[in-house]
């Protein structure tokens, strides 16, 4: 038996360990209960790249599948602003003047179902640029075929960046006025992600109603033929004589645009567009139908929001 130390030295030694002991045992119980501050929590989720990824990716997801519908509804508001500025810009325009340009139109329609049309006359071109333009503005006319929910400006020629805008008018044909031996052409685009314009073209059907307001002579034309013609075949859109056609005309099939879908109008009185100048109102079926995809992938969002939250919770209080 060791002797007793009454210096008290192995007393105090005793008493330090435990001190220290506690100590460290407090530590570790304050390290295992320290919680991150709300700061800290979003501090930590603006830096984790993994989060940035998943929402760039869901956005350009999101643009991706919904541009079309978008795209669409823009640009029918920019055509819809077009015929507006157009139609105002008529009905603020001389009586005596729209009378002389419309005069103009039919004795051009005349000289060329007498004479033709040669595209690379110069001259030619500078004469048919001016017809039906109300100062600066390109549109000729306006074009409407209620059964498919269609108002387009329809513009001098067919490049390119007119058939992004609108309809365009084919330059060798007869100008949308009417008249015997006249026949007219217009084309638009089908399939264009950004705009409809003709792509229900195929819906039509014989006896179908279309028009034409040029200033302020309104011309209607009842569908009498369709046919699909190759590309080269352009005997379809002659001129007849003492006929009185227009004729409308958009690439098919679809993404292939092989061939070419004609739709051909006979001149009829305009009391059989029993609906007059104005255009009925056509539901964007296209953003209908996709409400409930939008609707669907926002409750997924919500859900998976929701338990992503609850999984982290249980986490922290150390229940899963």
């Known amino acids: 038996m060791p002797a007793p130390d009454f210096d008290g030295k192995t007393e105090r030694t005793d008493s330090a360990r435990r001190v220290l002991r506690l100590k460290s045992g407090k530590n570790n119980i304050m390290k295992k209960q320290k919680q991150p501050t709300p700061s800290e929590n979003i501090e930590g989720k603006k830096r984790n790249p993994k989060n940035i990824i998943a929402g760039l990716i869901f956005l350009a997801g999101f643009c991706i599948c919904f541009y079309p519908m978008f795209a669409n509804l823009v640009n029918g508001v920019r055509m819809g602003e077009a015929v507006s500025e157009y139609t105002n810009q008529s009905a603020n325009t001389d009586e005596a003047v729209k009378a002389q340009m ?41 074009l409407s075929i209620r059964k498919i929910g269609v108002r387009l400006p329809v513009y001098h020629g067919t490049d390119i960046g007119v058939l992004q805008v609108g309809a365009g008018h084919f330059e060798p044909s007869s100008l949308p006025v009417g008249g015997p031996g006249t026949h007219s052409v217009v084309t638009a685009h089908t399939g264009l992600p950004s705009a409809r314009m003709f792509t229900d073209l195929h819906k039509l059907q014989k006896g179908d109603i279309f028009s034409y307001v040029c200033l302020d002579r309104k011309v209607t ?31 098919t099939p679809y993404n292939l645009n092989a061939t070419r879908l004609l739709v051909r109008g006979r001149r009829v009185p305009n009391s059989y567009d029993v609906q007059g100048l104005g255009m009925t109102f056509v539901w964007p079926w296209d953003a209908v139908a996709m409400a409930p995809y939008i609707l669907s992938i926002l409750l997924i969002l919500v859900l998976a929001h929701h338990l992503v939250r609850r999984r982290r919770q249980l986490k922290k209080t150390g229940k899963e």
Request: hydrophobic residues 40%.
């Open 221 to 251: 034309y009842q569908v009498d033929d369709i046919k699909t013609v190759y590309p080269d075949e352009t005997g379809a859109v002659k001129i007849e004589p003492g006929q009185d056609l227009s004729t409308l005309i958009t690439c």
């Open 102 to 142: 419309l005069a103009a139109a039919d004795a051009y329609n005349m000289d060329i179902a007498q004479r033709g049309v040669n595209v690379h006359d110069p001259a030619w071109k500078a004469t048919y640029d001016k017809q039906l333009k109300l100062g600066i503005m390109p549109i000729m006319g306006v």
